[in-house]
């Protein structure tokens, strides 16, 4: 027992993870888990985020000559670049490779509380780092070639050389943001408060009870993260806009006659 007039307590826990597919059945050499979006290899991590290398965007029709040799792939300035990995002057599906890995190598937790006099609080930290997720939403609505609503980041595509080496050009035909490419791939790795409450506890001294606390307690109310989507905390591969974890604030007593 703590007999201090200050009492405090704090947990942590820390796990890691390596992931890598060592075997699979001679017949099948390779899995394109969604045909789309992953595939699973000997030799990388399963469901494994599979396409195109983004490299920025076409600047001017010589950069697109000098690029793609003829222009074989009908590309424009302003469009989207990605890595002729092959060296055969053409973007095609010989060019993907490994772009990203949705399995968190670490995850971990840290919880404390304390007391001092009347006063209470506690609160808990989670996260997981090093883990990758497709933001697919961003992909349907800024690069998607239907029209669909966008998000502020289109006003700043490209619109002349020099002006954008990030966002493509506005268009309904293909600017290569149709392809599955790292673009979409961003670090998911965040940091949430999950928790935290803060009470005081009254003593027995009020007339007609016998204990009465009072406290505020709040759900998930800050996350420090660099994933763009709606929530960093999505379980789905391909990330289309899970609905984000609820924040609340609680208010409530407990008492006892």
Request: hydrophobic letters at 35%.
């Amino acid at each position: 027992d703590n007999d201090n007039e200050f009492k405090y307590g704090m947990n942590a826990n820390l796990s890691t993870l390596t992931n890598n597919v060592t075997k699979l059945f001679e017949f099948v050499p390779n899995l394109q888990d969604d045909a789309t979006h992953t595939r699973t290899q000997v030799g990388q991590a399963i469901s494994s985020y599979y396409g195109y290398v983004f490299e920025g965007i076409y600047q001017n029709q010589a950069e697109v000559n000098s690029y793609l040799f003829s222009n074989a792939n009908g590309a424009q300035p302003g469009d989207m670049k990605f890595a002729d990995l092959n060296h055969d002057g053409q973007i095609n599906a010989d060019d993907r490779t490994f772009i990203g890995n949705p399995i968190p190598k670490v995850t971990y937790g840290i919880s404390f509380n304390a007391a001092y006099k009347g006063f209470d609080v506690s609160f808990l930290l989670q996260g997981v780092q090093d883990v990758d997720r497709y933001n697919d939403l961003k992909q349907i609505l800024n690069y998607d070639s239907r029209p669909f609503n966008s998000t502020t980041e289109v006003l700043g595509a490209w619109n002349g050389e020099g002006t954008s080496n990030d966002t493509p050009r506005l268009t309904f035909n293909n600017n290569g943001g149709g392809f599955v490419s790292s673009k979409f791939v961003e670090d998911a790795s965040y940091l949430r408060l999950k928790n935290i409450e803060l009470g005081y506890t009254f003593d027995n001294k009020i007339p007609g009870l016998s204990y009465l606390r009072i406290y505020a307690s709040g759900q998930n109310l800050a996350t420090w993260t660099k994933y763009t989507g709606l929530d960093p905390e999505s379980t789905s591969l391909i990330d289309k806009g899970t609905y984000p974890q609820t924040a609340a604030v609680i208010f409530g007593a407990k008492i006892k006659l």
